[in-house]
């Protein structure tokens, strides 16, 4: 019987091991203390799995390879699987979600299922893979026809571990985290949340805009649409200028003077208090240099400008994001080293790649286990086929 080892217990090897036939003997090897300890954590607890709009435009990658593997069919063959575990679900916005709301559903779920296919060894740190004479040698003591690396993101430990390999790495950073920025005015608006359009300027460049809600903290910036921006900005930080341009009022078709003409009887602090939190009104027209108690009619050109600029175009600096709560890596295994088809390395036969190990990242909102869930399930069905 060809004897598969499956390094990590995540997502993608709980799915590939799944998916994998009984006429092989499979063992996983984790360095945690349970299986699927990452996916307990996803979507604050209750596991955003997949999302109605898997297209491709929702993941960053170094190569067009993408596009040859997410395909239509490969996206329904994938999340069918669920369907045939019986797995209730619900959407909010697209969203998918266990219908208990609690990650321990699909993180059990699928180890119940693994259970009886997979030998698991927990607690067991891999410090050395070798390929030698047609078989992969784990620490001296596990040999494997087929190897899969399914560790999660590239760290250093991994990459160290992958180094007598010689894959070709694209640079990793964290991503789907706050944003840290400069300002004086952090603690000022520490604790605010409202919507709002971000727009991400790369080296002067429009390179990416959200919109959704934002939450301002004390060290700078949060929230879905702004982890959606961070991958970009922690891979180009100390390379290139960047700004985040936030506009306080995205909902206006009409210019923002007029919108504050609306009551020219009331202070324009009055006013704005009618639309946006209070503390971040007064924070705005601090910075425009603005007293509270004129009307829109005692402003000046020149105050109009300033506030126009910061209810429209608020400037942040990002100068880092907040690595410990980066939910995803950036960057990692170039698809250039795969098999797009198979997930199969082009250097060392029946040696596979899946997950976040590869140079995949993708917005909130599932894309991330969806792309697990995917490349394991390609990954799988391509060695049944073997």
């Known amino acids: 019987m060809e004897k598969i080892v499956i390094i990590g217990g995540g997502a993608s090897s709980l799915f590939c091991t799944l998916n994998l036939s009984d006429r092989y003997d499979i063992t996983i090897l ?24 898997m297209s491709n435009n929702h993941y960053e990658s170094d190569s067009n390879l993408l596009d040859d593997m997410l395909i239509d069919d490969l996206k329904e063959k994938t999340f069918s699987i669920f369907t045939r575990l019986g797995l209730s679900y619900k959407t909010r916005n697209n969203y998918y979600y266990p219908y208990s709301d609690k990650a321990l559903t699909i993180k059990n779920m699928l180890v119940r299922e693994i259970n009886n296919k ?29 190897l899969i690396m399914a560790t999660g993101g ?25 944003i840290i920025t400069d300002g004086n005015y952090l603690n000022k608006w520490d604790g605010i949340r409202t919507d709002v359009k971000a727009s991400l300027y790369i080296d002067g460049n429009l390179i990416k805009e959200e919109n959704g809600e934002i939450q301002l903290t004390s060290k700078g910036i949060s929230g879905i649409c702004i982890f959606n ?20 009022l995205p909902f206006l078709k009409t210019s923002t003077i007029d919108f504050l003409n609306r009551r020219k009887d009331l202070s324009i ?15 705005i027209l601090d910075l425009s240099g603005i007293d509270y108690s004129k009307t829109i009619t005692d402003l000046s050109k020149k105050e109009l400008s300033k506030l126009e600029s910061h209810l429209r175009e608020f400037s942040v600096n990002p100068i880092g994001i907040e690595d410990k709560k980066a939910q995803v890596t950036r960057g990692g295994i170039s698809l250039e080293e795969i098999n797009i088809q198979k997930f199969e390395t082009l250097k060392y036969p029946k040696m596979y790649l899946i997950g976040e190990i590869l140079d ?27």
């Open 360 to 386: 995949v990242d993708g917005e909130c909102g599932g894309y991330n286990l969806g792309f697990a869930w995917m490349s394991a399930y390609q990954c799988a069905r391509s060695i049944n086929n073997d």
């Open 229 to 248: 921006l961070s991958g970009l900005v922690s891979h180009n930080l100390n390379s290139k200028p960047i700004n985040i341009k936030i506009d306080f």
């Open 269 to 283: 602090k009055d006013e704005l208090n009618l639309t946006l939190n209070e503390t971040l009104v007064d924070l």
């Open 30 to 53: 984790d360095g945690n203390s349970i299986l699927g300890k990452k996916i307990l954590v996803t979507g604050n607890g209750r596991c955003n799995f997949w999302n109605k709009d």
């Open 154 to 178: 590239l760290n250093n430990e991994i990459q160290s571990l992958l180094e007598p390999f010689n894959f070709k790495v694209v640079k990793t950073s964290g991503s789907l985290a706050p």
């Open 118 to 146: 997979a030998k698991i060894k927990l607690n067991y740190m891999v410090n050395k893979i070798e390929y030698k004479n047609q078989k992969y040698i784990i620490n001296d003591e596990i040999y494997a026809d087929r």
